[in-house]
């Protein structure tokens, strides 16, 4: 991933990418280089064991965050779990004003 980015690095940009490439030793690394990273993220990408488990646990609309250094990694559970990874972002959770059709929950 690194030589993807070769002619970015030290110029403090912001990348945004999917769960391909995306993993928390990535993360930990670019923000030395003056990168930030944000995207979603697969399982087996480095994710804590116990955040992990604790995603499994949660209702639809609820969401789990840890943070490791300077990366934020989130797990929020939709239909299914979504699990996102950033060095730009914090954890404020906002609303969005709407609310979900089926249900009537407000969608954050």
Request: charged share 30%; proline share 2%.
């Amino acid at each position: 991933m690194l030589s993807l980015l070769d002619r970015n690095l030290g110029q403090n940009h912001h990348v945004y990418h999917d769960n391909y490439y995306n993993s928390v030793r990535l993360a930990q690394t670019l923000p030395d280089r003056n990168v930030r990273v944000c995207g979603t993220m697969r399982a087996n990408r480095g994710i804590p064991h116990d955040q992990e488990e604790d995603g499994k646990c949660l209702k639809k609309g609820q969401s789990a965050l840890q943070r490791i250094r300077d990366v934020m990694v989130q797990v929020w559970k939709v239909k299914r779990l979504v699990r996102m990874i950033s060095t730009i972002h914090d954890a404020t959770i906002v609303n969005t004003g709407r609310t979900e059709r089926k249900t009537n929950m407000e969608i954050k």
